[in-house]
Structure formats: structure tokens, C-alpha cells
């Protein structure tokens, strides 16, 4: 696609449940990163995938919270046993290479709400 | 960990009128860049800066990257109704070449 692409966009679930949600980067796009991004609060690093790298992890809030990427493309952000302080916007970006930011595109970002 | 200080928190202004944010820092960074966020959709980089005192103009946007390495302002000349979301400023540090670290955004709302 033209940009990346996020889904679901929005997603409500009940306080407990397991969340998925996944983010297409652009085509030919490296690296992907995600970013938690709380009410009234800027954008918090979560996790960075590059290449065939291991992906730098250290943003991960706690053990809840896991994300793969299949194939050098697709990545999926898991959040098990979801509570209501993961309510948030979660985006997801991409870029060429390890980048200084001139190049990094963001999603439109999937809502969670945690009821 | 890093943090970045951005203020204002909001402002609200009349169309035409200027306006100037900021962003502080304890650490120092090596790339400072400018985000505006609309609603529902997500950041879209409005300005890049990488060496100390670099000065760089977008259109009606002016930027500038602090000679301590610790902090930038954003200004807007002659602002208009879609100038209106939220600026977020973020930063690199040396530490990592991919890694931003962001401010908490400033909320902007322009008067027409």
C-alpha cells in the first residue's frame, strides 16, 4: 500500500482479554517500529525491528506486552490479560533503514480501550 | 530515562497571528524534529534538524536546533485554521540512531 497500514483502528475489549493488533509497513520499509502514544501524553517507544536484527525490546512495559514481525514485513504488538492503563493509541512506523527520522512514516494508529 | 520539556501545553490564537513552542532537555541530543499530529491520523514530520544551530525554514514554519544540543523552538508565521493539532517536538540521542524520545505535544487551535 501507499502508507503503512494499521488495523483494527479502533478496538474495545474487556479488562482481561488478549488484544492483537497489526501493522503492514510500507513495502520494501526495513525497519518498524512501535510507539504507545496515552491521552494528553506524547509518543512512548515500545519496540524496534530492523531487518534480521534482533528487535530492541526495551519499551516494553512489562511482560504483558510482545510483538513479532513474520517475514521481514507484517508486525503483530500482543497485549495479554489487557488492563485499563493499556487503554491508548498504539502506532506503528516505518522507515528505509535505521533512520534520523527524515524518513520515519506513522500509521494512523489503533485505538484500544480496556473496559 | 530522557525526557523532553514542550511547552506551551495549548494555545489558542487568532488566524494571522504567529506562534512559537518549545522544547527543553537535560540530555543532549543529536537530532531534533518536529511532528504535527491531526486528529485520528498519525505524526507527520513538518521539520528535520541535525547539526547544532542549524536554522531551517518550511513554508511559513522556521525551526531551530539549540547550540547546547538541549533544546529547539518551532515558530508558525501568519498561522491559518488548518494549522490547527498538535505539535510534538522529539529527538535522538547518541545512544541510538533510531530511537525518538517525544515531548507531551502542544495542542494548537487557531480563531478564524
Known amino acids: 500500500g501507499a502508507g503503512v497500514s494499521q488495523s483494527p483502528s479502533n478496538k474495545v475489549t474487556e479488562k482481561g482479554k488478549d488484544v492483537e493488533l497489526r501493522c503492514d509497513p510500507i513495502s520494501g520499509h526495513t525497519a518498524l517500529y512501535w510507539y504507545r502514544q496515552s491521552l494528553g501524553q506524547g509518543l512512548e517507544f515500545l519496540i524496534y525491528?530492523?531487518?534480521?536484527?534482533?528487535?530492541?525490546k526495551s519499551g516494553l512495559p512489562s511482560d504483558r506486552f510482545s510483538a513479532e514481525r513474520t517475514g521481514g514485513s507484517v508486525s503483530t504488538l500482543t497485549i495479554q490479560r489487557t488492563q485499563q492503563e493499556d487503554s491508548a493509541v498504539y502506532l506503528c512506523a516505518s522507515s528505509l533503514a535505521p533512520s534520523s527520522g527524515n524518513t520515519i512514516y506513522f500509521g494512523e494508529g489503533s485505538w484500544l480501550t480496556v473496559v | 530515562g530522557q525526557q523532553l520539556n514542550q511547552s506551551p501545553q495549548s494555545m489558542f490564537i487568532q488566524e494571522g497571528e504567529d506562534v512559537s513552542m518549545n522544547c527543553t532537555s537535560s540530555s543532549i541530543f543529536n537530532t531534533w524534529l518536529w511532528y504535527k499530529q491531526d486528529p485520528g491520523e498519525g505524526p507527520v514530520l513538518l521539520i528535520a534538524l541535525y547539526k547544532a544551530g542549524e536554522l531551517t525554514s518550511n513554508g511559513r514554519l522556521t525551526a531551530q536546533f539549540g547550540i547546547t544540543r538541549k533544546d529547539s523552538f518551532l515558530n508558525i508565521s501568519a498561522s491559518i485554521p488548518s494549522d490547527v493539532g498538535i505539535y510534538f517536538c522529539?529527538?535522538?540521542?547518541?545512544?541510538?540512531?533510531?530511537?525518538?524520545?517525544f515531548g507531551k505535544g502542544t495542542l494548537l487551535t487557531v480563531n478564524p
Open positions: 525491528f530492523q531487518g534480521n536484527s534482533a528487535p530492541d
Open positions: 522529539a529527538g535522538i540521542s547518541g545512544g541510538s540512531n533510531y530511537k525518538l524520545t
